[in-house]
């Protein structure tokens, strides 16, 4: 007999235990599913973004990072509940229009690709979301790139080899917060010390994003 926990938290009985093992099994899948579609459609912020009509000086400073006919990401205003926090960050350059510690130092295809790595490693999916909708495309990266970089294995033919050199600097410092002598040796073959160690902070920075995301939950953007 299968029993599944409704979304009050009673346990309802599904499937009896005189059906086929065939029909159990599809009629788990099927429970699973729903329960996963369930219960995205119904998840509500747990820390709600202040009101997208922004009011000052808020409104004054995500103008700075965004033109005015864009809606501001949910993530953004979540975090401009602490406003005095946001309005430094913006001051500091921290946040900009593509993201986190943009100083163009770093070639934009390579910085996408740095971030989207990051974010589907940490199960970020508001923010590879996020990105996808609105810039990784422009940045440099194709569909079928983007599409890759949720995969544990790579495609390796759709990448040059100091793409890949980062994607596996990405992969040990999230996985394991650490980098092999083998990867490090590889990533220097394309990029020197100084490039290293700002590739490396903006892997930091995005996997903290993960951690506002899993505390604060903010609904995906809709941008198309």
């Known amino acids: 007999m299968l029993r599944y ?16 093992p065939t029909i159990n099994r599809l009629a788990i899948f099927l429970l699973k599913l729903f329960k996963v579609e369930n219960t995205m459609n119904a998840i509500e912020p747990r820390i709600q973004p202040v009101d997208i009509k922004l009011e000052e000086p808020l409104k004054s400073k995500m103008a700075e990072i965004f033109p005015a006919e864009m809606p501001s990401p949910a993530l953004y205003r979540t975090i401009a509940r602490n406003e005095s926090l946001f309005i430094e960050m913006i001051d500091a350059k921290l946040i900009g229009p593509t993201g986190l510690l943009d100083r163009k130092t770093v070639p ?61 600097l990405v992969d040990g410092l999230v996985k394991d917060i650490d980098v092999q002598q083998i990867i490090f040796e590889n990533a220097l073959k394309h990029f020197d010390e ?21 505390l604060a939950k903010p609904k995906l953007d809709k941008y198309r």
């Open 108 to 168: 934009p295809k390579v910085r996408e690709l740095l971030i989207l790595r990051t974010c589907a490693l940490t199960r970020n999916e508001y923010e590879f979301n996020l990105h996808v909708q609105t810039i990784s495309e422009a940045m440099g990266l194709s569909k079928e790139q983007i599409d890759d970089l949720k995969s544990e294995n790579l495609t390796e033919h759709i990448w040059c080899e100091s793409e890949i050199s980062l994607i596996h």
């Open 194 to 214: 100084s490039e290293l160690i700002e590739l490396t902070l903006l892997v930091g920075l995005y996997t903290s994003v993960a951690m506002v995301v899993a």
């Open 5 to 20: 926990m409704n979304s009050s938290n009673r346990e309802v009985e599904l499937v009896g235990k005189n059906l086929s």
